[in-house]
């Protein structure tokens, strides 16, 4: 079984700064996906970010970046120029490439963002 | 763009009633999922449809069915519900599973279930 591991419970950082967030996984195989999910308060699950473990190039959505690390498992979540609105829960998911299909979650990051 | 449809967005039921909650994919995706998500827990994957056959089976217990119909709208059927089934639920819909760049599952808003 995958184990998705979010060692961080709770961050804060200032609007406009920079912040972090660290997820590690554990599997035996070698093509699968990588998300990042945003629960708000709202509790809505909003896709942030994928990555596709055969690409060697990071994601990049907007203010939203990946550093995808392979060989360590590791699949941290960069939020540049924070806003108000980035406070959320933030959950990291695996997903088997060929089949199993189903997001294994990570017990998830909450982030708060400060004036 | 249209999203994934879920109802109700809230329910209450008494311990050993049953609930259905319904989901409604978005237009031509054709693989539904189910999860689950306690208080202060992340999401568990409790069973998915491709094409109307169930695909993949996660924690459902035996209380719970589902099913897909023909018009790919899923239905979730809880019986003898438990104090410990209040949790929301959410539905996330993806094209077919394994085809590049389309198989990004997008979730609904949620049903609240809360068991009394």
Same mark, same amino acid.
């Given at each position: 079984a995958q184990t998705v591991t979010q060692s961080q419970p709770?961050?804060?950082?200032?609007e406009a700064e920079t912040v972090t967030l660290s997820c590690t996984y554990d599997t035996s195989e070698n093509n699968y996906y990588l998300f990042w999910y945003k629960q708000p308060p709202s509790r809505q699950m909003i896709l942030v970010i994928r990555q596709e473990a055969?690409?060697?190039q990071n994601a990049t959505e907007n203010r939203f970046s990946v550093n995808f690390q392979k060989a360590a498992k590791s699949f941290s979540l960069k939020i540049s120029d924070s806003q108000l609105g980035d406070t959320a829960m933030y959950f990291c998911a695996f997903r088997r490439m060929y089949s199993g299909y189903a997001l294994n979650f990570g017990k998830g990051t909450s982030l708060l963002v400060t004036p | 763009?249209?999203?994934?449809?879920? !109802?109700?967005?809230?329910?209450?039921?008494?311990?050993?009633?049953t609930a259905t909650l319904k989901c409604y994919p978005i237009p031509r995706h054709d693989t539904v999922y189910w999860y689950q998500q306690g208080p202060g827990q992340d999401p568990q994957f409790l069973i998915?449809?491709?094409?109307?056959?169930?695909?993949?089976?996660? !924690?459902?217990?035996?209380? +719970? !069915?589902?099913?897909?119909f023909s018009d790919y709208h899923s239905e979730l059927n809880m019986s003898?519900?438990?104090?410990?089934?209040?949790?929301?639920? +959410?539905?996330?819909?993806?094209?077919?599973?394994?085809?590049?760049?389309?198989? $990004?599952?997008?979730?609904?808003?949620? $049903?609240?279930l809360t068991v009394l």
């Amino acid at each position: 079984a995958q184990t998705v591991t979010q060692s961080q419970p709770e961050m804060s950082v200032q609007e406009a700064e920079t912040v972090t967030l660290s997820c590690t996984y554990d599997t035996s195989e070698n093509n699968y996906y990588l998300f990042w999910y945003k629960q708000p308060p709202s509790r809505q699950m909003i896709l942030v970010i994928r990555q596709e473990a055969y690409k060697q190039q990071n994601a990049t959505e907007n203010r939203f970046s990946v550093n995808f690390q392979k060989a360590a498992k590791s699949f941290s979540l960069k939020i540049s120029d924070s806003q108000l609105g980035d406070t959320a829960m933030y959950f990291c998911a695996f997903r088997r490439m060929y089949s199993g299909y189903a997001l294994n979650f990570g017990k998830g990051t909450s982030l708060l963002v400060t004036p | 763009a249209a999203g994934v449809i879920q !109802s109700p967005r809230h329910l209450i039921k008494e311990k050993r009633e049953t609930a259905t909650l319904k989901c409604y994919p978005i237009p031509r995706h054709d693989t539904v999922y189910w999860y689950q998500q306690g208080p202060g827990q992340d999401p568990q994957f409790l069973i998915s449809f491709y094409e109307k056959m169930q695909s993949d089976k996660g !924690s459902i217990p035996d209380r +719970f !069915s589902a099913q897909q119909f023909s018009d790919y709208h899923s239905e979730l059927n809880m019986s003898s519900l438990e104090l410990g089934d209040s949790a929301l639920y +959410f539905c996330a819909s993806s094209c077919r599973p394994g085809l590049v760049f389309r198989d $990004t599952q997008y979730f609904g808003p949620g $049903t609240r279930l809360t068991v009394l």
